[in-house]
Nanobody, 114 residues
Framework: QVQLVESGGGLVQPGGSLRLSCAAS????????MGWYRQAPGKERELVSS???????YYADSVKGRFTISRDNSKNTVYLQMNSLQPEDTAVYYC????????WGQGTQVTVSS
């Protein structure tokens, strides 16, 4: 069974930066893709970014050029560097990974406000 632990959310001013981390632990053979979804109040959960084990990445149009996803396979950890944050980035960010099945983190709040 895989568990995901997220860290790095918080309150930041517009234009600021945050770095999210998500570490997988437990029993698994390998993890395929990892990534981040977000859900803002009153909105559906949306895919923000993902990365395969080989390093292929995907970004939502709304975050291209501002967010960077990376992954350390030796630590089973995925990171999301978020720069030039805007109020519309405010949401709960959920990490996920695809091992034998899709596993979700508990979510971490990101609030962008002056």
């Amino acid at each position: 069974q895989v568990q995901l632990v997220e860290s790095g959310g918080g309150l930041v001013q517009p234009g600021g930066s945050l770095r999210l981390s998500c570490a997988a632990s437990g029993r698994f053979v390998s993890i395929n893709s990892m990534g981040w979804y977000r859900q803002a109040p009153g909105k559906e959960r949306e895919l923000v970014s993902s990365i395969t084990r080989d390093g292929n990445t995907y970004y939502a149009d709304s975050v291209k050029g501002r967010f960077t996803i990376s992954r350390d396979n030796s630590k089973n950890t995925v990171y999301l560097q978020m720069n030039s944050l805007q109020p519309e980035d405010t949401a709960v960010y959920y990490c996920y990974c695809n091992a034998a099945r899709t596993v979700w983190g508990q979510g971490t709040q990101v609030t962008v406000s002056s």
